[in-house]
């Protein structure tokens, strides 16, 4: 079947290099995951509107496992949370693959508002298209995972230097 137009609920066509590592994973553990890379690929397999999955064992036995949801430019950053509908499906999916003896939590994203406060010279360009501009780039700083899929996970940690530095850096900035 071929698709030539984009749908919301057709997905593109599976490559061959997709197929071969979706199928190794698989068979690897056998919808049966057992360690924390093995549940973060479990999930995101079977729920494709999720672009994140981290699991944290806190015990042998414990596993929580945080979840962001995929959006778009326009949406919200708050949106990436799951809803408690989506939180019991996942759990529910999870738990019936998985070892009796595992407690699943799934949590959602904690945030924290961030006040920077300073004194800033706009080189080459107007003081209010320079303060979108840099919230902006400071938002794709701070959450490189709200708008690419494609990031390496999700920083924990932020020093006041890395945020005085990327802000020093920026071409339109004195």
């Not at 698709?3 to 057709?10: L, N, R, T, V």
């Not at 066509?13 to 199928?23: A, V």
């Not at 990436?80 to 499906?89: F, M, Q």
Request: one cysteine or more; glycine letters at 2%; charged letters at 30%.
């Amino acid at each position: 079947v071929n698709q030539p137009f984009d749908s919301i609920k057709a997905e593109p066509i599976e490559s061959d290099m997709d197929f071969y590592l979706r199928t190794s994973e698989l068979l690897r553990h056998k919808k049966r995951p057992i360690n924390n890379w093995d549940y973060e690929k479990f999930i995101m397999n079977k729920f494709k509107w999720i672009s994140y999955v981290k699991c944290y064992s806190e015990k042998s036995n414990v596993i929580k496992i945080l979840c962001i949801k995929k959006i778009e430019m326009f949406q919200n950053i708050e949106e990436v949370k799951l809803s408690a509908a989506e939180i019991l499906e996942i759990k529910d999916y999870v738990i019936k693959h998985s070892s009796p003896f595992v407690k699943i939590d799934i949590e959602n994203p904690i945030f924290e508002d961030l006040w920077i406060k300073g004194k800033i010279i706009f080189s080459n360009i107007s003081n209010g298209t320079g303060i979108k501009k840099l919230n902006n780039d400071l938002l794709n700083f701070i959450c490189p995972w709200k708008n690419n899929l494609d990031f390496n996970g999700i920083n924990n940690t932020l020093k006041k230097i890395d945020i005085i530095n990327f802000i020093k850096e920026r071409n339109y900035v004195s």
